[in-house]
């Protein structure tokens, strides 16, 4: 089984709250978006339902 770790290295679980850095103009202010992790798979993390795994699950920080 493997496991997905988030920045701080705890293990991400379905349900959880978690918050990512998004870039929101191209003069390079940064901001904060809270998700919601709806299913964890074989190490692939889907987030707020989406079809698509995240690339980069590290990149995420579990609220909490």
Do not use: C, H, W
């Amino acid at each position: 089984m493997t496991f997905a770790l988030d920045v701080r290295g705890r293990i991400l679980q379905t349900g959880q709250q978690v918050v990512r850095g998004i870039t929101l103009n191209r003069a390079g202010s940064v901001g904060l978006e809270v998700l919601q992790v709806t299913l964890v798979q074989d190490g692939k993390v889907y987030l707020n339902e989406s079809r698509v795994p995240i690339k980069f699950p590290e990149r995420l920080a579990v609220l909490g």
